[in-house]
């Protein structure tokens, strides 16, 4: 899996961009601008790069895609007449395996369940040269961790938690999976040029405070919009610190931010996991390209004047922070949990406590929260609440079952889940008698909008750190402070929890009998791939038709989305997941969880044309069968969460033209673009009130679209008034290009 020659060739272009871009830019770099300025697809430019408004092609060196992104992207690619993928590429088999029982039982029922997806994958995979890791090797982000990522590289994933690199000091971008097609067939990665934000980490982390905690104190300062537009990059003393799977955590979150991606420099934690993890001719090149593998000097000497952004985290007085419930950008020390709990009514009972994910599964993680587990034992404590673990990969779990890390979990009653991503995405079948009441979760993971877990509204899911977690388990409080709050034990004696302990790596090292992974043959041009026509989980695609030449007249307000409306919320993930490669099922979930604004309804829409209220699904076929247009019409920050590119896929299978929102989730706002959609936002946003829900909307200018000019609606209302309002965009020219084609890869294909 180390191609040393591929590796040396990026140090090279590394070091050929740094010296361009000093000239160019006139000033020391960030480690960001160095890798930026190392993978430009074209020549360096004349002038410097402006940061939030051009648009850049990149060239990255990889491309990793999730089971259930991946059956689009490579359903996308299948069309696009290419022999093989131009950059090495994977396919992770994680998001389909369903959590209920545990591992010896999900796994199993997964694989039967789910026969018809993972032979395809496998097969499409096998045919254009592209890796395959089965059902059970891990998920994604930890695999490719574990064995692709590494310092100064560039890589896009079909999901948005893939920045999960950054720990290894990689630029690593969340997208969908059109971007994926593009750069497998060889064309560049469109991207706005990101601003950098530097986050400075000062001391050491102590006590009960976590890797996780940066991170979770990092969202409460900038909410889930703050990190739009930005790389985060992490540095100082404080930085070098942390464990590599600490960084790695951290990174992994910044999608919750709205980060690009985020990353940190190389340094001696890097070296010692990518030498643990088999890679040591990596950490003997990365070491002799150390100086492009961090910022300038200079830029460390006065930060505040390289950085677009500048935040300072002093770790040696960070306390462990909750975030939550229903957005992971809520963000709460510890200390102050308790009030902030009652001065909310939420549910202070904890029913279950979850953790690992692709954020905390790393071998540190699950040896600090066994240290607390195994103290119930020693102190005569029980577990007052459901406990699950999810190891992030098949090395992670194969080792933590040699070193007894899983029997500690067992004695407490926690149940080990398949390594895969299960109640993180919906794929969960949690035991509740009455899914209806009002209840409380607290997990490991990263993401906790409403229904996201387990489907149930009711769910008020919190967020923390593993040791955290294990230490409200066994207190079955999410009122309880391990800090200061004693626990009774069965003796009824009064109990401290010591601090959590654990080791950064395997002290007797990784082990792994079975990897899980298919190397695809040289040659895989005769394989022929087959979709059944009858099929309920695949569907070939039919292009999308291009723009008629002229303005959108006489569209429909399909929606008018009020408050978070999330991808999780625009295409539903949970039991919806089995239809990601049949576009014409999965839009039945369209906007399904959205909050109409007229009536605080979920999926339930006025169908102009009748008079009568439906599902979005319907209405907007009902819309397409009388070869009628719709619009969408959403609030700050539309499409948060998920890459997922069904959530434009699908309104543009349904004939819907045009979302209008007050501002975009940067991987939603590109989905949209590649489908050949318009997606605009409000010059003003104080118009989205001007918009009824019997409007009738006219979008014009289109005979001129370009980048940086405004196009003008044209509200019709049902009392025969009209208004107009201006929608801005951020086409450039080759998404106008997309625009006109109907889609990215109809304008490839051209």
Not at 571 to 595: C, E, Q, T, Y
Not at 733 to 744: N, P, R
Request: proline share 5%.
């Amino acid at each position: 899996m180390i191609d040393v020659k591929m590796i040396r060739e990026t140090y090279r272009k590394l070091a050929s961009g740094a010296d361009s871009a000093r000239n160019l830019i006139g000033r020391s770099l960030t480690l960001t601008d160095k890798i930026l300025y190392g993978h430009l697809f074209d020549p360096i430019p004349e002038k410097p790069l402006q940061k939030g408004i051009d648009y850049v092609n990149f060239r990255p060196d990889r491309v990793a895609m999730q089971d259930a992104t991946a059956q689009m992207a490579l359903l996308q690619f299948m069309t696009a007449g290419r022999k093989t993928s131009a950059v090495p590429a994977t396919v992770h088999c994680d998001h389909l395996v369903l959590a209920k029982e545990g591992v010896d039982t999900d796994l199993p029922m997964a694989l039967q369940a789910n026969k018809e997806v993972y032979d395809f994958l496998q097969t499409v995979s096998a045919k254009y040269g592209i890796g395959f890791w089965k059902p059970g090797a891990g998920i994604i982000h930890q695999v490719i961790f574990e064995n692709y990522a590494f310092p100064g590289a560039m890589m896009i994933g079909t999901d948005s938690h893939t920045p999960n690199a950054g720990g290894l000091g990689m630029v690593a971008i969340g997208v969908g999976g059109a971007d994926a097609v593009d750069v497998m067939s060889g064309m560049p990665l469109e991207l706005k040029m990101p601003k950098v934000m530097g986050v400075e980490l000062t001391g050491k982390l102590n006590g009960w405070a976590s890797p996780k905690d940066v991170i979770l104190k990092l969202a409460g300062i900038l909410t889930v919009e703050g990190g739009t537009g930005f790389i985060v990059e992490y540095f100082g003393e404080g930085a070098e610190s942390i464990s590599c799977t600490g960084k790695g955590t951290i990174c992994n979150m910044g999608a919750e931010i709205g980060a690009t991606c985020s990353l940190f420099a190389y340094d001696n934690k890097m070296k010692e996991f990518l030498d643990a993890t088999g890679r040591s001719g990596i950490s003997a090149l990365a070491d002799e390209h150390a100086h492009l593998l961090t910022p300038d000097a200079e830029v460390m000497k006065d930060p505040e004047a390289y950085y677009d952004q500048y935040i300072k985290i002093d770790l040696s007085t960070l306390e462990p922070y909750v975030n939550g419930p229903f957005t992971p950008d809520a963000a709460t020390p510890l200390s102050q949990l308790a009030s902030f709990l009652r001065e909310n009514d939420y549910p202070e009972k904890l029913e279950v406590g979850l953790i690992g994910s692709c954020t905390n599964s790393s071998y540190e993680d699950l040896t600090r929260a066994a240290s607390i587990a195994k103290q119930a034992g020693e102190k005569n404590l029980k577990v007052n609440t459901e406990y699950l673990i999810t190891p992030g990969s098949e090395q992670i779990r194969y080792t933590a079952e040699r070193d007894g890390l899983l029997g500690v979990f067992a004695e407490i009653g926690g149940v080990v889940m398949a390594n895969a991503c299960g109640p993180c995405i919906g794929q969960w079948a949690r035991h509740m008698e009455d899914p209806t009441r009002k209840n409380s979760i607290i997990t490991s993971f990263n993401r906790n909008f409403a229904k996201r877990n387990d489907g149930n509204a009711s769910t008020h899911a919190f967020v923390a750190s593993p040791e955290i977690v294990t230490a409200m388990a066994l207190a079955g409080s999410l009122a309880f402070n391990p800090m200061k709050d004693s626990l009774t034990n069965r003796d009824g004696d009064e109990v401290m929890l010591d601090e959590p302990t654990g080791h950064e790596l395997p002290p007797d090292g990784f082990e792994v009998k079975e990897t899980g992974f298919l190397a695809p043959p040289d040659d895989g041009s005769g394989i022929t791939i087959e979709v059944d026509h009858a099929s309920e989980r695949l569907q070939l695609l039919e292009p999308f038709a291009p723009w008629e030449g002229k303005d959108l007249t006489g569209l429909r307000l399909l929606i008018k989305a009020k408050g978070k409306c999330t991808t999780d919320h625009i295409s539903m993930a949970g039991p919806w997941l089995k239809f990601r490669g049949h576009l014409d099922n999965i839009s039945n979930n369209l906007l399904m969880g959205a909050v109409n604004a007229f009536n605080d309804k979920t999926n339930a829409v006025k169908n102009q044309t009748t008079g009568e209220y439906g599902e979005v699904s319907k209405v907007a076929r009902d819309y397409k069968s009388k070869g009628i247009g719709s619009i969408i019409v959403g609030d700050e920050n539309y499409g948060e969460g998920s890459s997922r590119e069904h959530a434009a896929m699908e309104p543009r299978f349904l004939n819907a033209r045009v979302v209008l929102v007050k501002s975009f989730a940067r991987i939603h706002e590109t989905n949209l673009k590649k489908q050949g959609m318009l997606a605009l936002t409000f010059a003003n946003p104080e118009d989205y009130n001007k918009i009824r829900e019997d409007d009738t909307i006219d979008v014009i200018g289109l005979a001129s679209f370009s980048p940086g000019v405004p196009l003008t609606l044209v509200l019709h209302h049902a009392d025969g008034t009209e208004e107009s309002i201006t929608a801005n965009h951020s086409y450039g020219e080759l998404q106008v290009k997309w625009f006109k084609a109907g889609s990215a890869l109809n304008f490839m294909k051209e």
